[in-house]
DNA sequence: ACCTGAACACCGTTCAAGT
DNA sequence: ACCTGAACACCGTTCAAGT
């Protein structure tokens, strides 16, 4: 075992890998998660067979885009408790992921998909992103302004609809029905848990 | 004007477009709205050139098939006034149409843009369905039940942001989140209109 | 009036051949 | 170790030719 396991990469290997992740990102938030891998492929300048060595499929690079492009979405995640009530922190967190999710049409689909299913290139990423969630669900439960019935995995979903009806409607109504749709978390006339 | 204007088509004609419709229906039933035309037509025993002869595209395939092949969600909608509370004949006009859309997996984008753009060869279904959706919520709002600041078009993408989550999660999360969802539109703790 | 299917353009994915 | 691009399968859409 003398330099096994993860060994650099040839540097023109990096720099592909790099480029069509460039490609990846602009293509993505012009055209959505759907966009044609070979156009991205001529965009960052090497041949369909490249990319494909980097990433075996569409999953894999947006994976790799949330994990090496987008970490201020996460490191914004990480900073949130205790800034603000708990209400406003966990709002703030859905806010950010489903404005995210949203300039990338077609992501929510895929981090609905990759919370359930482990074989996922994207439930790491899904992970991380619940843990943020839970934390600051928890908090909010606590200080009695969320109500006891809605779990994590709610709460994952229903940021991932904001970031569809994002897709769908103009800015200013998909700041109201984000507005209604966290309304519905909050605990009730009745004072119910 | 001997007989212009809108004449009966031929036999075989209407034939090869009612084969196209059924075999439209299962289609986008088993594979959603975006299902290969191709495989339509083939299913259908007909033509590709066929198909695009009595429907010029996607669009106009699924606005037929709601038009002459759902009329069954359209009649439920009339029926609703004046049954149980307001809010509950808005939550069940709700759960009817999402619950239609997710069964044809990207219809609720379709409904979205159909709202929206009068181009769109979705617009008169859509239309149908928002006066449907008017009239309730109009009832709602007079009993007391819904917030004044929601409006129909509200309504209509929080109603298809529920098909949208429908086709990500299990049923059962489903209809949880669907009645968070209708919470927010509630009148609130505070008494708010 | 309608149907047929070839034709064109485009894409996803794989893989043998190169360096 | 990585890159290339041809090859294959498939699809959306159009349109000249048929009946």
């Known amino acids: ?17 790099e480029r069509v992740l460039a490609a990846a990102d602009q293509a993505f938030r012009e055209q959505g998660t759907g966009a044609s891998l070979e156009g991205i492929a001529r965009q960052a ?16 690079l947006s994976a790799a885009l949330l994990r090496e492009r ?5 490191e914004f995640g990480d900073e949130l408790p205790g ?25 929510a689909t895929l981090l609905m998909q990759g919370f359930t299913d482990e074989a996922s290139e ?3 990423a899904c992970a991380r992103m619940t843990a943020t969630t839970e934390r600051l669900l928890s ?13 994590t995995a709610d709460v994952h979903a229903l940021t991932n609809a904001a ?8 800015p200013e109504q998909a700041d109201h029905l984000t507005a209604l749709l966290v309304r519905g978390l909050r605990t009730g006339d009745d004072g119910t848990r």
């Open 139 to 151: 908090a909010a439960r606590e200080a009695g302004a969320v109500r006891d019935d809605v779990s």
């Open 45 to 60: 300048g090497v041949a369909i067979g490249t990319l494909y060595g980097h990433f075996p499929n569409r999953g894999a």
């Open 70 to 74: 987008h970490v201020a979405l996460f």
């Open 163 to 170: 970031a569809w009806l994002r897709e769908q409607v103009p």
């Open 122 to 124: 994207l439930h790491d």
């Open 83 to 107: 800034h603000g009530t708990a209400l406003a922190a966990l709002t703030a967190w859905m806010g950010a992921v489903s404005g995210h999710a949203a300039a990338y049409r077609g992501l």
């Open 1 to 17: 075992m003398s330099g096994t396991g993860t060994r650099r990469p040839r540097a023109d290997a990096r720099r592909n890998r």
